[in-house]
């Protein structure tokens, strides 16, 4: 567009020079105008044609960066846009076998932890008591639950982990399991709503708002504004919303916390420590309903979680 513009603009300096010199009729000026017309055109198609092929690649590294490890070009000719075409792909699947070999490897070290884990379960169960002994205990309670989050993240990425879908009303899946948490600082505030409903798998929702809720909680427990919770049928989904006023979160670390084991605070302090698995988990849960987790971008302290189920 812009090169086009640019060449309007020489076009017409020209005709305007050639005018101001005199011997150059408005007639001339007239069949000239025309010829530029003309030729503009047939370089905005030319130009085109020519860098067409670019946005096409510009639209893949997208989708690449947003995710879509799925993404190829189709294969065509042997001109260099093709052959940029023909390597990106290449380097797409080298990405997804990367991403598809370690998402195996949690999988399978995982797998392989449990049965070890459930053998010095009982081995300690059996054992005579000791001081240690119930330190012990929770250490391996804390361990399996580890591993389950880890297990039930990576099951749901491959085809074993496919969803129990059946037609229910999420805000009072909400609302019966907001109820858990009655009596914990600094209090929930549901704003009751309309049925809401969508076609979910019961169990993997109810994890989902369970993290978000034991968030919620954790990381604004000192403050005096409870936590809101919204949910509503919007634009032909389940919208939900759950909001703090407590630490939130740097904006440098608005994404990365859907990374497993990504924390913001590294120490692990006792009373938000946890292994940085939970929104990972949601993350993967969303996405195999077709919907989406995202931490919104709003003035003010705490944090805004947004839930997106297609219904
Ligand atoms: P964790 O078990 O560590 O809480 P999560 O995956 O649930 O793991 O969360 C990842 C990180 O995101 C947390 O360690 C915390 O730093 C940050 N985080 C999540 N929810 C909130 C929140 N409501 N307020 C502030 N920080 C949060």
Known sequence: MKISLFFLVLCLALVVSLTSSGGFTWKHLFHALGWILIILFVAFLGLRRMFGPMRHLMRGVMELSNGNLDFRFPPKGRGEFDFLAFNFNYMADRIQDMMRSKDQLLLDVSHELRSPLTRLKLALEMAPGHKLKASMMEDIAEMESLLAALLETQQLKSDHGKLRLEELDLSALLAETAAKYQGRAPGLALRPGAPAVARVDGARARTVFQNLLENALKYSAHQSKPVEISIEPRDGAVW????????????????????????????????????????????????AHGGSITLEDRPGPGCVFRLVFPR
Not at 240 to 245: I, K, L, S, Y
Not at 252 to 278: N, Q, W
């Open 240 to 287: 939900v919303e759950v909001r703090d006023h407590g630490s939130g979160v740097p904006p440098a670390d608005r994404e990365k916390i859907f990374e497993p084991f990504y924390r913001v605070d590294k120490s692990r302090a006792k009373e938000t420590g946890g292994y940085g698995l939970g929104l990972s988990l949601c993350r993967e849960i969303m996405r």
